[in-house]
């Protein structure tokens, strides 16, 4: 399962690089929060995430992370494709109904990173530690 968990951080860290690319391009949407910050939010975690769970393989922590991190990420990417979602608070709105290069690549890495997490998660609960 160790293919499976570099895999896992791999896809994560383009994921987490992808977004801290684009996350200029998002500075001007929003006012207390900007869409570009939460670009450069969500980059850093997925960074940080991959490389927690290439160093701790002992507690499950990392790999629910990878879980959360990548469903949350790819569900934001489709959705914003989709549905239009209305500003919360300081939360900007975001509704980009296009499909680009980059979009299609942080949704798909951030899709496999969740089923790679889920994936090392079903083997540690049967017992075997990924």
């Known amino acids: ?5 570099v895999l896992v ?3 994560l860290a383009v994921s987490g690089w992808i977004h801290l690319d684009l996350a200029a391009t998002f500075d001007a949407i929003g006012s207390t929060i900007t869409l570009g910050a939460l670009f450069r939010v969500q980059g850093v975690a997925a960074l940080l995430v991959a490389a927690w769970l290439l160093v701790q393989r002992r507690s499950a922590w990392p790999e629910l992370s990878a879980l959360a ?3 949350a990420s790819a569900a934001a990417v489709v959705l914003s494709v989709y549905v239009r979602l209305p500003a919360i608070g300081p939360f900007p709105e975001v509704y980009e109904p296009v499909w680009y290069e980059e979009k299609v690549a942080s949704a798909v890495t951030a899709a496999v990173a969740a089923a790679g997490a889920a994936a090392l998660l079903v083997r540690r ?5 990924p």
């Open 125 to 129: 609960r049967r017992g075997a530690v």
């Open 1 to 5: 399962m160790l293919v499976v968990r």
């Open 9 to 11: 951080a791999g896809a």
């Open 69 to 71: 991190l990548g469903a």
